[in-house]
């Protein structure tokens, strides 16, 4: 358990300042977007969970090859884990009182600019082995835009005790994923040839 911890945080670590300052940015326009209403960034996470929703499930579709089984799985258990997750940051935003935060319009126009960002650089039709890399990536900035979101509610007073314990659980179990991607990327690479240079680490 230590050394899956000390792995991924390792991982996180070595983010760069400029992925940081990208995910920053994204967060405050996307929560002028709701007029900075109170609690707005659980608005932007129930965005960032539903396209890492969409990037895990669409690789479980496009997995092929000599690791299509295990592939296949994994994006299903990633997927499905993050589904779950959505639903209960959108109802924490939606208590709060303002159920614009789960406006669709605003909520598919957000979805999609942090799909675009997810996939920047990567080929449009990537080798088997690339589907791990993005979604390694995809979880990679999905932790670090968690981190932000927190920091800020716990900013503004506005992190109760019950969604400081769901974005908490959160983390743990995107950390989980970050390790079971890692692992994944290991045993390929000693396989195979490694992804581009648009993989996460």
């Not at 995910?23 to 965005?47: C, F, I, P, R, T």
């Not at 589904?83 to 319009?105: C, F, N, R």
């Not at 600019?113 to 080798?127: E, F, S, T």
Request: with cysteine.
């Amino acid at each position: 358990m230590q050394s899956k911890n000390a792995s991924v945080k390792a991982m996180i670590n070595k983010v760069s300042n400029e992925l940081v300052a990208e995910a920053q940015a994204m967060l405050e326009a996307m929560s002028a977007d709701y007029g900075h209403l109170k609690m707005s960034e659980l608005a932007v996470l129930v965005a960032y969970l539903r396209a890492l929703s969409t990037v895990h499930q669409t690789h479980h579709w496009q997995t092929r090859g000599g690791h299509y089984y295990g592939d296949h799985l994994l994006f299903e258990r990633l997927y499905s884990n993050v589904s779950g997750e959505i639903d209960g940051v959108a109802e924490k935003a939606i208590g709060t009182g303002q159920h614009l935060l789960v406006q669709p319009i605003m909520q598919t126009a957000h979805l999609g600019q942090i799909m675009k960002c997810l996939y920047r650089d990567a080929p449009v039709d990537p080798d088997p082995q690339g589907y791990v890399a993005l979604s390694l990536r995809a979880e990679l900035c999905f932790m670090v835009f968690l981190q932000l979101v927190y920091a800020r509610l716990q900013a503004s007073g506005g992190l109760s005790l019950g969604i400081d314990n769901q974005l908490q659980g959160i983390a743990d179990k995107h950390e989980e994923n970050l390790y079971l991607l890692r692992q994944r990327m290991g045993s390929r690479q000693a396989s195979g040839p490694k992804p581009d240079a648009w993989k996460a680490t």
